[in-house]
């Protein structure tokens, strides 16, 4: 399958209302800490304006809300594969995305025939304390020649100037974070992202 080369990643429906009318294609919603009933309303919300835009909708870790709200597309982490029914997401025709830091979880998410692998951090990142410093763009290509066609994702300490080197070495998508949503003027950022991401730079 194939996925837009621009992958950022939100914390709220807010930021898509804002962000989305630039061109965005594909996102992911990463909510933490919020009640049910607030979060299956975000998600929902989200669904609704994905699909106006023509955007796909990525919803992280919440795979039962995703399957009852008729979303698309989930991505997992690795300690989520512990407690997710894969075989109702299968079952409810959901794509999956799955991350991944080291071989054997990366041997781990192919048993479950993803429909993307993402890698992290390539450089370091403020986002969240992992054990994982930096695994560098040369990783990135040691899991492209082992994961074949399936789309890798480049994620961890991104930003434009760096997006070239994830390209080139083997990701088909870059995601970024902090450095869209801590930007004095977000617009313009990810204006920037998506001139460097679509050939424009």
């Known amino acids: 399958m194939s996925l ?74 690795q300690e989520d594969l512990d407690d997710a029914d894969m075989k109702a997401i299968g079952r409810a025709g959901l794509k999956f995305g799955l991350s991944t830091h080291d071989e054997d979880e990366l041997e781990r998410a192919l048993s479950f025939a993803p429909h993307h692998i993402a890698l992290g951090p390539v450089y370091p990142t403020i986002l969240k304390k992992m054990k994982w410093e930096r695994q560098g763009v040369e990783k990135l290509t040691e899991w492209k020649k082992m994961i074949g066609d399936i789309p890798l994702i480049a994620i961890g300490g991104m930003t434009p100037e760096r997006a070239q080197g994830a390209f080139d070495a083997g990701a088909d998508v870059v995601a970024a974070v902090t450095n869209i949503t801590l930007d004095a003027r977000p617009e313009a950022k990810v204006v920037e992202w998506l001139d460097v991401t679509r050939g424009g730079a």
């Not at 962000?19 to 929902?44: C, F, H, N, S, T």
């Open 4 to 77: 837009d080369r621009f992958y950022p990643i939100f914390d709220s429906c807010d930021w898509l209302k804002r962000l989305l009318p630039l061109g965005i294609k594909l996102v992911q919603l990463r909510i933490k800490d919020m009640a049910e009933d607030e979060l299956r309303r975000e998600i929902r919300v989200a669904r609704d304006l994905c699909a106006a835009a023509n955007c796909v909708l990525i919803v992280n870790d919440y795979w039962q809300i995703a399957i009852d709200e008729k979303c698309e597309f989930i991505h997992l982490g």
